[in-house]
């Protein structure tokens, strides 16, 4: 079991996972069952699939500068994805209002 998890092969498991939800979620959207539209899923899903990604340079020995391009990208994803939302909400409450 140490060895599933100090050769990254645990991070692989869940980044497959991540996959998994991410193409469920867009099934499930495109049938009308999800309110999450594709990009908002991604944006989602990418910024914790990026430091997955860096955890994974790490065990394996990678640059620094691979690791740390990885947390800038996760990063920048979110701050997208929080601009975004924050966008949307501004939009719903002067709707209301």
């Given amino acids: 079991m140490t060895e599933f998890f100090t050769s990254g092969r645990s ?50 020995g990678a640059a620094w500068v691979w690791i740390s391009s990885l947390f800038l990208v996760a990063l920048v994803i979110h701050l997208v994805d929080l601009r975004q939302r924050w966008q949307e909400r501004s939009r719903l409450d002067s709707a209301k209002g």
């Fill in 11 to 60: 991070i692989d498991l869940v980044l497959l996972l991540i996959g998994l939800e991410a193409i469920l979620l867009m099934v499930l959207w495109r049938m009308g069952r999800c309110p999450l539209p594709p990009l908002s899923t991604l944006l989602i899903l990418a910024p914790g699939t990026c430091l997955l990604l860096a955890a994974r340079a790490a065990l394996s």
